[in-house]
């Protein structure tokens, strides 16, 4: 559909300013964005899935929570990615043809985007209860108990979204066909998705980093540091302390917690924004690019931990050495 909009300035000059360009550029910058989160996404958490199965890397709680992330990682690169890249793209929205495919593909997309901020989630409160100096609390830290949360977290979060298959509408004015939640269920809506999506995960992840950080510096002043004598002079010796650091595990959550944070930050602000001013083309092309932050967390988390773990890196060296000889 085309629309102009008119600006008066200079004396009362009226300038006439097209939106299809704006548009166009819109649907370019967001194909070539949700190709590259495509490629590199799914490369990565392949990566991610091959290496958190390794023996060395599944020894730990929260190896198990960020493998179900990577898996759950997937299905928002092969899903929903291509989902947004047909209708931002080449106007091909699967929701439009009917209210069924409308409500259930909503319902998939919105899971599919909830359930691995809410591992992240776990595999923080993982490592935080591992570093504890409590007993009771580490004991939460143990594969045991991740076989339990994990089936429970995906039973919660789908059943969370059920209000999708109830709500949400398809209104056939303007053309094409909007599928949304219904105007009497909209403030609801925004405040659940601003609540459960943007506000408790990133706020949980924030709170577990910094107590894992916490909790490290709260045991070398407690533990007293292992000393060493090294290179003794006949008049005295030399003291090395050894000084507790963040395990590798740890500073690739942190790392990880960070960057999710950051980038649903402003996804929550624009939701906010969104009840408060007309949505018009410069808004929802706004819309459109910030929308674009919020895949990178899916997409950026085997290139956050290589950077981040020596460890990761090593086993991915060794992988990508056995892939090449089995060639």
């Not at 949304?180 to 659940?192: D, M, P, R, W």
């Not at 290179?231 to 740890?250: E, K, T, W």
Request: hydrophobic share 45%; net charge positive; charged share 15%.
């Amino acid at each position: 559909m085309n629309t102009t909009l008119y600006n008066t300035s200079n004396g009362g000059n009226t300038t006439v300013v097209s939106t299809d360009s704006l548009l166009f550029t819109s649907q370019v910058i967001n194909c070539f964005v949700l190709l590259i989160y495509f490629i590199f996404g799914l490369s990565g958490n392949i990566f991610n899935i091959c290496l958190f199965t390794r023996p060395v890397l599944l020894q730990t709680s929260s190896s198990v929570y960020l493998l179900c992330t990577a898996i759950a990682n997937l299905f928002v690169i092969i899903f929903v990615i291509p989902f947004r890249l047909f209708a931002d793209g080449f106007n091909l929205d699967l929701t439009y043809y009917s209210l069924l495919s409308c409500r259930l593909v909503s319902y998939i997309y919105f899971v599919c985007l909830a359930l691995p901020p809410f591992f992240t989630v776990l595999a923080c409160a993982d490592r935080w209860a591992a570093s504890s100096i409590e007993v009771n609390r580490r004991r939460f830290a143990s594969t045991h108990m991740a076989k339990r949360l994990i089936p429970l977290t995906i039973i919660v979060g789908c059943l969370l979204y059920s209000y999708v298959l109830v709500t949400f509408s398809l209104d056939p004015n303007p053309p094409p066909p909007f599928c949304s939640v219904g105007v009497t269920y909209a403030t609801f809506g925004l405040i659940f998705n601003l609540i459960i999506y943007c506000i408790i995960p990133p706020s949980l992840m924030a709170i577990f980093s910094v107590s894992i950080i916490l909790n490290v510096l709260r045991k070398r002043d407690r533990v007293m540091p292992a000393m060493h004598v090294v290179n003794a002079p006949a008049n005295g010796r030399v003291i090395r302390r050894d000084r507790r650091r963040l395990s590798q595990m740890q500073v690739m959550l942190v790392c990880e917690s960070i960057i999710e944070c950051s980038f649903t930050l402003p996804f929550g602000l624009i939701n906010l924004v969104s009840r408060m001013v007309d949505n018009d083309e410069y808004f929802l092309t706004i819309y459109g690019y910030v929308r674009l932050l919020i895949f990178f967390n899916y997409v950026s988390s085997f290139y956050i931990y290589t950077l981040s773990s020596k460890l990761y890196r090593n086993e991915f060296k060794k992988l990508w050495k056995k892939i090449i000889h089995r060639n």
